[in-house]
C-alpha cells in the first residue's frame, strides 16, 4: 500500500529550524495516542488491536530517526541514513512513534540511555541520571521489564503532555528539567507503563483508567519505595485535590467523570482530565486497604501476568478478582470484594464514593506555612517569620500544596500577592510546577502584574497540563486578560502541538 501523509495529520508535528534548540536542521515528532496514528498510516487505530512491527526510516544526512522499537542497525545511503527498528512485543497502533532530528545521546546504563538535542544533552543526562534505579524499583514491585531497552528522549517544548508511553522509548517534555531532580516522579509513571497500559491494555478509550489508573498507582508505590511513604501519601492528597478541581470544572453530575464514561460520538481528546488517572487510583488504593497491602501487591503482579498482551475491559478486572479472592482468601475475602460499591466506582459520575483520609505528617509544614500568610493578609509587609529559607526548604510537592492550600482559604488581597511575589520571587523559578501553580493562583485573584509572566510561560512550552488552565485563568481575568489570551494564542499558532492548538481554542471558545 502506498500513501501519504499530509499537513493536516494530527499526529506528526513538523518543527522548523527556528523552533529547535540548534536552530539548524528540522524537527518531527509523533503524537498518536489516543485516534491519530490513523493520520500516520492505515491501520486498525484501536487499542483493542495489539501489532509487532519492523520499518526502514529514511532521514537526510545529519540527522537521526529513533522509533518506539529496538534499534537493528543503519546504513548510509548516498545523502540519507537508512535506520531499521523491529518491535517484536505486539503494541496497541497508539503506541507507534517516530522522531527525526539532530539527536545525541547519554548512556544511563547497559539498557537505558538519554536522546536530546546535542545542546541540552548533558543536562539531560544528569536530570535523568537515576532512570536505571527506577526502572530496577519498578522490576522488584511488579514483573520483569520485558521491552529490551528503556531509553528517554526529552522532546522540544511544543510537546504537549509530560511524558509519553512509546515503549523503548518514552517521549518527556523539557519542562521536567528544574535542574535538581524534583520533577522525576514522571519518570516514575512512565516506567511503570511500561506494564499498565504497554503491556495491559485497555480495550477502549471508556477503559483508559485501566492504563491510567493501574499505572499512577504503580508510579506512587515507586515513589514511596524511592523517596518514602510521605512521599506517597502526599501524592495522593495532590492527586485528590487535582481530581476535585477537574470534577468542578466539568461538572459533578457531567458523565465524562465517570471512571467509565460513555464515548459514544465523543473525541477522546475531549473527554481527556484528571479523571482517569486519580479516580483509578484511588480505586486501586481503596482495593489495597480493603484487601490489604501484601494481598494486594501479590494480586498486582497475578494481575500483569494474566493480562500480559491483552487488551482488557473493566469487567475482565473485575472477573480476575473475584476469581482471584475465591481461589485464594476465604469467604470474608469474598464479602470484603462484594462491600465495595462497584457499581457507583465504574457508572457515577463525581467523586469517587468512599471518603478518604491521607496522612497529613507530609502537608504539615505546607498547610502552616500558607495558614501564616492568610493571617498576615492585611498586613502590610510579611511577618519576618515568612522568609525565604522556609519555603525553598519544602519539596516541589509541598510548595505546590502551599500555593493550592493558600488559594482555597478565599480571595487574596493584592498586597498579600504582592508579598508573595517579593519574597519567594515564584514569577522567575525555574520549577515549572511551582511557577504554575502561582501564576493560576495569581491569575485566580485577579492579579494583573501576573500577566506577562503568564504570557512568557505560554510562549515557553505547550504542555497542556500548564496551557489550558493558564489560557482559561487568564481569559476569566476581564476583558485584558482574555484580549492577551487570545493574542498569545494568536502569537504561538506555529509553535503549538495540534492537539493543543485545537483544545485551547475549544477552552476560549474561538
Given at each position: ?6 499537513a493536516?495529520?494530527?499526529?506528526i508535528q513538523?518543527?522548523t529550524?527556528?523552533?529547535?534548540l540548534?536552530?539548524e ?5 509523533t ?10 498510516f492505515?491501520?486498525?487505530?484501536s ?7 519492523s ?6 544526512k545529519?540527522l ?27 503494541i496497541?497502533?497508539y503506541?507507534v ?17 538519554v536522546?536530546?538535542e ?7 543526562a544528569?536530570?535523568?541520571?537515576e ?12 514483573t520483569p ?8 528522549l526529552?522532546?522540544p517544548?511544543?510537546?504537549?503532555f ?15 528539567l528544574a535542574?535538581?531532580?524534583s520533577l522525576?516522579?514522571v ?8 506494564w499498565?497500559?504497554?503491556l495491559?491494555?485497555?480495550k477502549?478509550?471508556e ?9 499512577t498507582?504503580f ?5 514511596a519505595?524511592?523517596?518514602g ?24 453530575d ?7 464514561p ?5 473525541n477522546?481528546?475531549d473527554a481527556?482530565?484528571r479523571v482517569?488517572?486519580e ?24 494481575y ?6 491483552c487488551?482488557?475491559?473493566s469487567?475482565d ?13 476465604d469467604?470474608?475475602?469474598e ?9 457507583s ?10 471518603t ?7 502537608q ?12 498576615a ?5 510579611a511577618?519576618s517569620d515568612?522568609?525565604?529559607?522556609q ?11 502551599f500555593l493550592?492550600?493558600?488559594g482555597?482559604?478565599?480571595a ?6 504582592q ?18 501553580g ?8 485577579g492579579y494583573e502584574?501576573?500577566?506577562g509572566?503568564t504570557?512568557l510561560?505560554?510562549?515557553e ?6 496551557t ?13 486578560g482574555r484580549?492577551?489570551?487570545?493574542n498569545?494564542?494568536?502569537?504561538h ?18
Amino acid at each position: 500500500i502506498e500513501y501519504a501523509t499530509t499537513a493536516e495529520s494530527s499526529a506528526i508535528q513538523f518543527l522548523t529550524p527556528e523552533q529547535t534548540l540548534g536552530k539548524e536542521h528540522p524537527y518531527l515528532f509523533t503524537q498518536c495516542q489516543p485516534i491519530h496514528t490513523r493520520s500516520l498510516f492505515p491501520c486498525q487505530d484501536s487499542p483493542s488491536v495489539k501489532i509487532a512491527y519492523s520499518a526502514n526510516i529514511r532521514v537526510p544526512k545529519p540527522l537521526t530517526a529513533l522509533m518506539s522499537a529496538i534499534a537493528t542497525g543503519s546504513r548510509v545511503d548516498g545523502d540519507s541514513t537508512v535506520f531499521s527498528f523491529e518491535q517484536a512485543t505486539t503494541i496497541p497502533s497508539y503506541l507507534v512513534a517516530l522522531v527525526v532530528g539532530n539527536l545525541a545521546t547519554a548512556k544511563i546504563s547497559d539498557r537505558c540511555a538519554v536522546w536530546s538535542e546535542p545542546e541540552n544533552i548533558d543536562a539531560c543526562a544528569w536530570e535523568f541520571a537515576e532512570m536505571e534505579t527506577t526502572l530496577q524499583v519498578a522490576e522488584e514491585l511488579i514483573t520483569p521489564y520485558l521491552w529490551g531497552r528503556y531509553d528517554l528522549l526529552v522532546l522540544p517544548p511544543s510537546f504537549p503532555f509530560g511524558g509519553m508511553e512509546n515503549p523503548c522509548l518514552t517521549f518527556v517534555t523539557p519542562t521536567l528539567l528544574a535542574g535538581d531532580r524534583s520533577l522525576t516522579d514522571v519518570i516514575a509513571h512512565e516506567i511503570a507503563h511500561s506494564w499498565s497500559g504497554n503491556l495491559v491494555t485497555a480495550k477502549n478509550w471508556e477503559h483508559f483508567w485501566l492504563n491510567e489508573g493501574w499505572t499512577t498507582y504503580f508510579e506512587r508505590r515507586i515513589v514511596a519505595r524511592l523517596s518514602g511513604e510521605d512521599a506517597r501519601q502526599l501524592g495522593m492528597s495532590l492527586g485528590h485535590k487535582s481530581l476535585s478541581n477537574d470534577i468542578t470544572l466539568y461538572g459533578s453530575d457531567n458523565q465524562l467523570t465517570a471512571l467509565i464514561p460513555d464515548l459514544s460520538g465523543v473525541n477522546p481528546d475531549d473527554a481527556y482530565s484528571r479523571v482517569p488517572y486519580e479516580k483509578g487510583s484511588l480505586l486501586i488504593y481503596h482495593l489495597e486497604q480493603v484487601l490489604g497491602p501484601v494481598v494486594w501487591n501479590h494480586i498486582s503482579k497475578m494481575y500483569i501476568r494474566e493480562f500480559s498482551g491483552c487488551s482488557i475491559g473493566s469487567g475482565d478486572f473485575y472477573d480476575f478478582l473475584k476469581r482471584y479472592v475465591r481461589h485464594y482468601l476465604d469467604e470474608a475475602g469474598e464479602r470484603k470484594l462484594d462491600a465495595v460499591d462497584w457499581d457507583s466506582w465504574f457508572k457515577k459520575p463525581g467523586m469517587p464514593p468512599v471518603t478518604f483520609q491521607f496522612d497529613t505528617s507530609p502537608q504539615k509544614a505546607s498547610i502552616d506555612l500558607a495558614e501564616r500568610w492568610w493571617v498576615a493578609r492585611d498586613s502590610a509587609n510579611a511577618p519576618s517569620d515568612l522568609a525565604a529559607e522556609q519555603f525553598e526548604a519544602l519539596s516541589t510537592q509541598q510548595k505546590v500544596l502551599f500555593l493550592s492550600v493558600l488559594g482555597d482559604k478565599g480571595a487574596l488581597p493584592r498586597s498579600l500577592l504582592q508579598e508573595l511575589e517579593r519574597v519567594y520571587g515564584l514569577s522567575a523559578v525555574r520549577n515549572c510546577e511551582v511557577r504554575f501553580g502561582w501564576l493560576h493562583l495569581a491569575l485566580k485573584n485577579g492579579y494583573e502584574a501576573v500577566f506577562g509572566a503568564t504570557a512568557l510561560m505560554l510562549g515557553e512550552q505547550g504542555r497542556m497540563k500548564y496551557t489550558r488552565p493558564l489560557y482559561r485563568a487568564l481569559a476569566s481575568c476581564g476583558e485584558q486578560g482574555r484580549e492577551l489570551a487570545v493574542n498569545t494564542l494568536e502569537a504561538h499558532r506555529g509553535f503549538y502541538h495540534p492537539i493543543c492548538l485545537r483544545l485551547v481554542a475549544s477552552d476560549l471558545g474561538l
